[in-house]
């Protein structure tokens, strides 16, 4: 009998997304026998504790940017070069001590540069191969790819979520000329609702407001819908993006709910009338599989989102608005003539890269 793989699966800590679209992926590793060791912090590790309690877990700290109140995200990373680069040593020099420690074959790094080393196959995942740098980040473009290109060589194969011809979901920031790895596969949208047979929601929701990333800008968008969802009076569910914590409250005609398990949360977006979020890569790949359209409102100065935002708004795919200026009305109505989005998966290609890297 061939020994069995052990991996390691290290999602970034920025919202609940890179662990939410690795929920797929670690199902097909231990579905194919393979020993799943998961690397996380704070919220990402609450979440997959709660989604894979058979799995064993490692606390892997990284860094967690604040997002400005207001101002370019862009310009706060660059400011904050120095902390990254101390937190990144710390968790490369801690993977090695796990890695040894634990006997791990195989690293799976959702977006953390960092966690390569030569004592395992380290495969990289991500979608964000051209950074957005507008207005006056523009010129140090080339240094910061230059810098993510160099940590990509790092490791011994690339992992695009998404479609590698037209139509995809991320546009420019994967679709690159120059793929900094030759080692590289798009292998199509990962979504945590891709093998969930969810019904119906017998409650029927208005809105559906969908919460997620870091502080403050969560809190801020939180408290904007709480007071607009109820001057409207509509019949609305909140979910806070908590898996930390269990229980919710009503609140008039809001009900707020901490987090939902999978299957009760693909119910509950099939069922609501509209449904309200940031434009995270991770969400656009959740609504693409279960069909749903949206009302987008990108985390101020999120470059990514504000590029996805746009580039779906210009296409009439789904309606965004700033969260400055963000009128609730103004955007259920608006929402009606855009057109959502909806893909057949294909998980072929990630079931043939899952099998190689295990063979």
């Given at each position: 009998?061939?020994?069995?793989?052990?991996?390691?699966?290290?999602?970034?800590?920025?919202?609940?997304?890179?662990?939410?679209?690795?929920?797929?992926?670690?199902?097909?590793?231990?579905?194919?026998?393979?020993?799943?060791?998961?690397?996380?912090?704070?919220?990402?590790?609450?979440?997959?504790?709660?989604?894979?309690?058979?799995?064993?877990?490692?606390?892997?700290?990284?860094?967690?940017?604040?997002?400005?109140?207001?101002?370019?995200?862009a310009?706060?990373?660059?400011?904050?070069?120095?902390?990254?680069?101390?937190?990144?040593?710390?968790?490369?020099?801690?993977?090695?001590?796990i890695?040894?420690?634990?006997?791990?074959?195989?690293?799976?790094?959702?977006?953390?540069?960092?966690?390569?080393?030569?004592?395992?196959?380290?495969?990289?995942?991500?979608?964000?191969?051209?950074?957005?740098?507008?207005?006056?980040?523009?010129?140090?473009?080339?240094?910061?790819?230059?810098?993510?290109?160099?940590?990509?060589?790092?490791?011994?194969?690339?992992?695009?979520?998404?479609?590698?011809?037209e139509?995809?979901?991320?546009?420019?920031l994967?679709?690159?000329?120059?793929?900094?790895?030759?080692?590289?596969?798009?292998?199509?949208?990962?979504?945590?609702f891709?093998?969930?047979?969810?019904?119906?929601?017998?409650?029927?929701?208005?809105?559906l407001?969908?919460?997620?990333?870091?502080?403050?800008?969560?809190?801020?968008?939180?408290?904007?819908?709480?007071?607009?969802?109820?001057?409207?009076?509509?019949?609305?569910?909140?979910?806070?993006?908590?898996?930390?914590?269990?229980?919710g409250?009503?609140?008039?005609?809001?009900?707020?709910?901490?987090?939902?398990?999978?299957?009760?949360?693909?119910?509950?977006?099939?069922?609501?009338?509209?449904?309200?979020?940031?434009?995270?890569?991770?969400?656009?790949?959740?609504?693409?599989?279960?069909?749903?359209?949206?009302?987008?409102?990108?985390?101020?100065?999120?470059?990514?989102?504000?590029?996805?935002?746009?580039r779906?708004?210009?296409?009439?795919?789904?309606?965004?608005?700033?969260?400055?200026?963000?009128?609730?009305?103004?955007?259920?109505?608006?929402?009606?003539?855009?057109?959502?989005?909806?893909?057949?998966?294909?998980?072929?290609?990630?079931?043939?890269?899952?099998?190689?890297?295990?063979?």
């Amino acid at each position: 009998m061939p020994q069995k793989k052990t991996i390691l699966v290290c999602p970034l800590d920025w919202g609940l997304g890179h662990a939410t679209r690795m929920v797929p992926v670690i199902e097909l590793l231990t579905e194919r026998g393979a020993k799943v060791i998961i690397g996380a912090d704070n919220r990402p590790l609450n979440f997959l504790m709660q989604r894979f309690p058979s799995c064993e877990f490692v606390k892997l700290p990284g860094f967690s940017p604040t997002y400005p109140v207001n101002g370019s995200m862009a310009l706060v990373m660059l400011k904050s070069f120095p902390q990254m680069g101390a937190a990144a040593r710390k968790a490369h020099d801690l993977l090695q001590e796990i890695i040894t420690g634990k006997k791990v074959d195989i690293v799976i790094s959702d977006n953390r540069y960092e966690l390569h080393s030569k004592k395992a196959y380290c495969v990289f995942v991500t979608h964000q191969l051209d950074i957005a740098t507008p207005g006056l980040t523009v010129p140090a473009k080339p240094v910061i790819r230059g810098i993510i290109n160099r940590y990509i060589r790092k490791y011994d194969e690339l992992w695009i979520p998404d479609f590698e011809g037209e139509p995809n979901l991320s546009g420019k920031l994967s679709h690159i000329r120059y793929m900094p790895l030759d080692n590289y596969h798009f292998i199509g949208p990962l979504s945590r609702f891709s093998l969930v047979d969810a019904e119906l929601s017998s409650e029927k929701t208005e809105i559906l407001a969908l919460l997620s990333g870091p502080e403050p800008q969560r809190t801020m968008l939180e408290q904007l819908l709480i007071s607009q969802i109820t001057d409207s009076g509509k019949k609305a569910v909140i979910l806070q993006g908590k898996p930390e914590e269990t229980s919710g409250q009503k609140n008039g005609n809001i009900r707020i709910i901490p987090h939902l398990p999978d299957e009760k949360l693909a119910a509950l977006i099939k069922s609501a009338k509209t449904i309200i979020t940031r434009p995270g890569y991770s969400t656009i790949m959740d609504l693409a599989v279960l069909g749903k359209k949206a009302v987008f409102i990108p985390t101020p100065g999120q470059t990514e989102q504000e590029y996805l935002a746009q580039r779906f708004k210009k296409e009439k795919i789904f309606y965004s608005g700033q969260q400055k200026s963000f009128d609730l009305n103004r955007a259920l109505k608006a929402q009606e003539n855009y057109s959502g989005l909806s893909v057949e998966l294909n998980a072929d290609v990630l079931v043939k890269r899952v099998t190689g890297i295990l063979e």
